[in-house]
């Protein structure tokens, strides 16, 4: 019993002081809610004492609300929480009840108090911790903006100077590892190499000039081009080794400048000597332990490996340490400026990018949580503000990436630039290779191109006028010579440069980077520009030679009409003329000629216009086949058309119609009918000699004749020169040999043939063959003859015409021949007509009745028979004129029996030309058969190289010169035999050397080619 009220009273005791704890907390949340109440108060009140309320305290108050308004909030939910445990746990007693139900409405009355307080707080709260939200926000932002400011800054020595400060500590490392080097090699030490540098005189240190001029004669002083650098690098490096900036380096800079410092990446002992087989250990290195040198690294003779003498900065150990093992292990890495400086970029703008990441979260919470709370005007002021703020946020996130990215860009450019400058020696030495490569060529083409523009100039005046102002200009001429003079020149210089290009192309045809590179771009591009010189220049040259042609044309006609008319007028011939102009010598000279024209009644020319058409005719002086051929102007039919007997068209009537490709030789003219507009001449046909008056064009331009050189032919094989045309008295001259040259005096021209007739026949011997009956000239081989009979029947031959008297010779066969000899003779007695006869078969004679009394015949004339009546071949083919078998000659008077025909055998019209041979000026006509002639001219190239001689015979001759393949040579005599060779007097056209040279060798091989 006393245990069960021991429990009890324990239970009651606990119930009591959990109930005791319910209480206190009521109370310490109404005691929270009255101090919040008061602390509200001022809020409360209307906006005299709110408006002056700073926005701190306003921030402090609205801070000590919020945290009052929780903390009894947290009171009387603890509260509640309880006496919902502390009802269950007990039985419900009267007096429990109300002490539940009292508590419950006190916390009641907290809660409503509670509610009231942060109802009156709420409007403001929510007001003031807006401005507290934004000013964190704006501080944040600012915050931003900074930080970004000083990444900026932090990243500018690589991002907008382009690392040239860590450029330049490279090239002084390159300058301090190539002197350690080279202080090695001479056995010398830094002190020594300063004083070098420095001289005697100077007790401050190396002054910035004794650098500069050291550094300069560096890489050819001691053979380094890796130390070669620009003007504006060396004082870079003076610079950076200067550390004091007084414009001396002194000795303890000097020697700084040697030290290096490396990290180790791999745990390595440090020995006391460069060789490890003799080597003691005296430290140990450890992973991320800095070290620092100032000599530089060496191998290891025995091992191979690289070392260097070195100092722990940690544990000032000094000694021997290896930076890379023989099997390419690394134990220690330099320590770049530039690495530690990168890393701590990306560290940098990491940090950077993340605390602006962060700013732009928080604001985007505190914008939400804004939205929940904050209504009406203040809403939206609010939402305004962190707008902006949240978008400063964003542009500053781009802008913290756009500097990550040029981050990456500049750290690649860096790259390359650091390589740029690590090749800078070899890019510096490839361009004085390329500038050797290059310069002779750049001058020539800056010579070519002058000329060019000179040669422009000079044309221009000449080449910009037409018409009547051409026909005015008065020096033509000699502008062309001092233009030809300028475009040879030039042409010679464009030459000289594709040689020169052509020469150092080699030399860089291999290159696929740097200066080299560029030089054979240069090349090519100046092999170019040449190519375009010459051909501006030749555009240039060909516009002046048209506006000199348009000269020559409209005196041409001129001039050779004023001759020919001379000529007619005087009465003399072509030859007489040229020895008369030429003064009796071989050529005719520019002043003679013009002081000839100048004697024709109505003829004005300038002087120079009469030069540009001598050179026309022929250049250095006019030989007398270009006289002749500039007086004999010839034209040939393109188109059809009348030959007429009058000059003008509407008192003309037609002599014939001109066929195409007749030739006509003028006789007058050009002259213009300006009543119908047509130029005509008149002219004689070298067909037929018929002279007439014809159209070159029509009055619509339409052309009917073609102006040709005077027609010559060289035979391309060997022809029979005959005497005529045709006809009976025609007689062969002599057999032209292939090469010679025929001038064409007449033709070409056709003879037309009759048919020839044919018989297929079998002859008294029983050969069976073709033979000619009647050959295409009209010549008659053989005929039907009426005295030869056949017997149709068997008859009998006797020897006597009397048939009564005579006695039977013999009998004749059904189709045997006899040849009358006498008769016929009728028999009137006997009514029958008999004839006497010579047999064919044996040329036995008798009398045979050839018609009986009763009309019967027994033999008549045989039209199945021809009779030679002169000797014809017997062939095996039918064509005549055809590489047909002979089989033997049919003699006179043999009887040849009829197997085929007669057959008409149809030949082609012969065409023939009457011309002169060049070699002896013999005349005739020869026949054009296939290709046996060919057009000729007379210029020769030389397919085969050969000698040129003084005289015509090649033997005892001097040779003046060797004519080269390609060359061009002017035949002016000849071509004439020389035993068995082809030879030729002429002029080469490189040089105007004239003699004598072989157009077809001894061995029948061609030499020169027309």
Not at 71 to 93: C, F, G, N, P
Not at 720 to 748: H, Q, W
Request: glycine share 6%.
């Amino acid at each position: 019993a006393k245990l069960s009220t021991f429990r009890k009273d324990t239970l009651d005791r606990k119930k009591n002081a959990q109930l005791q704890q319910i209480v206190e907390k009521v109370s310490v949340a109404e005691s929270v809610v009255k101090n919040l109440d008061e602390v509200v108060e001022p809020l409360s009140k209307e906006d005299g004492e709110e408006g002056s309320m700073s926005d701190e305290d306003a921030f402090a108050l609205c801070d000590k609300i919020s945290a009052l308004s929780k903390e009894a909030t947290t009171q009387l939910d603890a509260a509640r929480s309880s006496l919902v445990l502390w009802s269950k746990d007990i039985k419900m007693s009267e007096s429990n009840k109300e002490n539940s139900q009292r508590i419950q409405k006190q916390i009641q009355e907290v809660a409503s108090n509670l509610g009231k307080a942060n109802k009156v707080s709420a409007a403001h709260e929510l007001k003031y911790s807006s401005k507290k939200i934004l000013s964190e926000a704006a501080q944040k932002s600012t915050a931003v903006e900074e930080e970004i400011k000083k990444a900026t800054e932090f990243c500018a020595p690589l991002l907008e100077q382009g690392g040239e400060k860590f450029l330049v500590q490279n090239g002084a490392q390159t300058l301090a590892a190539v002197l350690g080097e080279h202080m090695r090699d001479k056995g010398t030490v830094v002190e020594a190499l300063f004083q070098q540098i420095a001289g005697e005189s100077d007790s401050k240190g190396i002054s910035k000039d004794a650098f500069l001029s050291y550094l300069e004669k560096l890489p050819e002083t001691i053979g380094r081009d890796e130390v070669q650098c620009s003007e504006a690098r060396r004082l870079a490096i003076f610079k950076c080794i200067d550390a004091n900036s007084d414009d001396y380096i002194s000795a303890a800079e000097f020697q700084d400048m040697f030290k290096r410092r490396y990290i180790c990446v791999k745990g390595i002992s440090i020995t006391d000597v460069l060789e490890v087989a003799k080597s003691k250990t005296v430290g140990k290195l450890e992973v991320g332990e800095l070290l620092e040198t100032q000599g530089a690294a060496d191998k290891d003779p025995a091992t191979g490996m690289t070392r260097i003498e070195c100092m722990s900065l940690s544990t000032k150990t000094a000694g021997f340490v290896t930076v890379a093992g023989n099997q390419g292990t690394v134990y220690l890495e330099p320590v770049s400026q530039y690495a530690a400086f990168v890393k701590d970029i990306d560290k940098t703008l990491e940090e950077t990018s993340k605390n602006t990441r962060e700013v732009l979260t928080f604001m985007k919470v505190k914008e939400q949580e804004l939205t929940k709370t904050a209504k009406g005007a203040l809403s939206t002021e609010v939402k305004d503000e962190m707008t902006k703020l949240r978008s400063s946020i964003s542009s500053a996130i781009t802008t913290v990436d756009a500097l990550k990215k040029k981050s990456m860009t500049a750290k690649a450019e860096f790259r390359k630039k650091e390589l740029a400058e690590k090749n800078a020696h070899i890019e510096i030495r490839e361009q004085k290779e390329a500038t050797a490569v290059t310069e002779e060529v750049v001058a020539k083409i800056q010579e070519v191109t002058a000329n060019v523009k000179k040669l422009e100039e000079l044309a221009k005046p000449f080449n910009s006028i037409e018409g009547a102002a051409l026909d005015e200009f008065e020096t033509p001429a000699s502008l062309t010579d001092s233009a030809n003079c300028l475009h040879q020149e030039t042409l010679e210089l464009v030459t000289e440069t594709k040689a020169l290009i052509k020469q150092q192309q080699p030399k860089v045809a291999k290159a696929i980077k740097g200066p080299l590179l560029e030089a054979k771009r240069e090349l090519i591009k100046m092999d170019g520009q040449a190519s375009t010189a010459q051909k501006t220049c030749g555009s240039v040259i060909e516009s002046m030679k048209k506006k000199c042609q348009s000269i020559v044309d409209a005196r041409y006609g001129q001039v050779s009409s004023a001759l020919r008319s001379d000529i007619q007028k005087r009465g003399i011939t072509l030859d007489k003329l040229f020895e008369e102009v030429g003064n009796g010598e071989d050529r005719i000279s520019e002043e003679a000629f013009y002081g000839h024209l100048q004697t024709l009644d109505g003829l004005s020319l300038k002087a120079e216009h009469c030069k540009l058409l001598f050179r026309h005719i022929e250049q250095g002086g006019m030989g007398k086949r270009k006289f002749l051929s500039f007086l004999q102007q010839y034209f040939v039919v393109v188109k059809p058309i009348a030959v007429t007997n009058e000059f003008e068209v509407s008192k003309a009537r037609t002599v014939r119609k001109a066929d195409i490709d007749e030739v006509f030789e003028v006789i007058d003219g050009p002259a213009t009918d300006t009543k119908v507009g047509l130029t005509r001449i008149k002219g004689k046909s070298l067909s037929d000699s018929i002279e007439g008056w014809v159209s070159v064009r029509g009055n619509q331009g339409t052309p009917f004749l073609q102006e040709v050189e005077k027609p010559f032919y060289s035979c391309t094989e060997e022809i029979e020169l005959m005497s005529e045309f045709k006809g009976e008295n025609v007689s062969y001259i002599r057999t032209l040999k292939a090469d010679e040259v025929l001038e064409l005096l007449e033709g070409p021209r056709k003879e037309v043939f009759e048919p020839a007739l044919r018989l297929r026949g079998k002859a008294p011997d029983g050969e069976v063959g073709w033979f000619t009956v009647r050959d295409k000239k009209g010549t008659v081989f053989a005929e039907v003859d009426d005295k030869l009979y056949s017997c149709s029947t068997s008859v009998a031959m006797t020897d006597n015409l009397d048939i009564k008297e005579c006695k039977v010779v013999r009998k004749l066969a059904v189709g045997e021949l006899f040849m009358v000899v006498e008769g016929p003779v009728e028999e009137k007695e006997a009514n029958i007509i008999r004839v006497k006869g010579k047999c064919a078969k044996d040329d036995q004679e008798g009398w045979v009745t050839v018609k009986g009394n009763a009309g019967t015949t027994y033999a008549s004339p045989s039209s199945k028979h021809y009779k030679v009546i002169r000797e014809v071949r017997l062939q095996k083919k039918f064509a005549s004129e055809t590489a047909a078998e002979p089989i033997r000659e049919l003699q006179k008077d043999e009887v040849v029996q009829v197997l085929e025909g007669p057959n008409e055998e149809l030949f082609p019209p012969e065409v023939r030309i009457k011309g002169k041979a060049m070699r002896d000026g013999t005349v005739g006509w020869i026949t054009l058969k296939g290709e046996n002639v060919k057009p000729w001219s007379p210029y020769y190239k030389c397919i085969q190289s050969t000698q040129l001689y003084d005289s015509a015979s090649s033997d005892g001759a001097a040779e003046l010169r060797q004519v080269a393949i390609g060359e061009t040579l002017e035949i002016l005599e000849g071509p004439t035999e020389d035993g068995k060779e082809l030879r030729m007097k002429a002029r080469a056209e490189k040089d105007g050397v004239v003699g004598w040279v072989t157009i077809r060798g001894s061995d029948g091989k061609q030499i020169l080619q027309s």
